[in-house]
């Protein structure tokens, strides 16, 4: 498998539910990074979380990062129609700067 | 907010052409990417830019990209001769210090015919 892979890799849900995707790489990293893109548009950042981090929350958002099995998790509580795009994790490696590593992503579809 | 901004938002080309990617990252950012996207696929990392000078590329960044900062604003994406797999969105990004948030451009939609 590769770094930053996203489970699952689709989602279909209510509006009102919560939606969790969660991430898993390989290597060691000094920060992950969760990221938005609509269809065939930009990636907007959403949260940055460090590798001594284990939550951080910013509105609707909550992550949590788990360096020990590596992986991470994404919660988006309260979903909305407008909340449909597609998610991704990028890992930022010890062993390569800043430059990050994304996964696959995870389409989320959120039903009125 | 202050944004990263990427020109043109199309391009279409034929193949062996050449194309160049414009990009003005945040004002105060030090650090600077290009990445690319293939339709359907992944964001795959190309090459990253520091202190005028190329820090790390991808295997993809062959000889036929180059990158360049000509002023204090502009960042630029330079394929020499385009082939029909160059064919991708192209993101810039940028960021302050280490270990801080990418910011990421709009994006330019390269079509190579």
């Known amino acids: 498998s590769q770094q930053g892979e996203e489970d699952p890799q689709a989602l279909s849900i209510q509006e009102g539910e919560n939606a969790t995707m969660n991430c898993s790489y390989k290597t060691s990293i000094n920060n992950l990074q969760w990221y938005r893109q609509n269809s065939g548009r930009g990636l907007v950042h959403l949260i940055l979380?460090?590798?001594?981090?284990r939550e951080k929350h910013s509105g609707r958002l909550r992550v949590t990062l788990d360096t020990s099995k590596k992986s991470s998790s994404l919660l988006i509580t309260a979903s909305r129609a407008a909340d449909t795009a597609s998610y991704f994790c990028?890992?930022?490696?010890?062993?390569?700067?800043?430059?990050?590593?994304f996964g696959e992503g995870t389409q989320l579809t959120v039903n009125p | 907010e202050p944004e990263v901004t990427q020109t043109p938002s199309h391009q279409v080309t034929q193949m062996g052409q050449e194309v160049i990617l414009r990009c003005v990252p945040i004002s105060n950012h030090l650090y600077f990417y290009w990445y690319r996207q293939i339709l359907g696929q992944k964001v795959e990392f190309l090459v990253s830019f520091y202190n005028n000078e190329i820090s790390e590329k991808s295997e993809i960044f062959d000889d036929q990209f180059s990158v360049e900062r000509p002023d204090g604003s502009n960042f630029t994406l330079k394929i020499r001769s385009t082939k029909l797999e160059d064919s991708a969105m192209y993101f810039c990004?940028?960021?302050?210090?280490?270990?801080?948030?990418?910011?990421f451009g709009p994006g330019t939609r390269l079509l190579v015919l």
């Open positions: 979380i460090r590798s001594n981090e």
């Open positions: 990028a890992t930022a490696e010890e062993t390569s700067g800043s430059r990050l590593t």
């Open positions: 990004a940028s960021h302050r210090g280490t270990q801080e948030t990418q910011y």
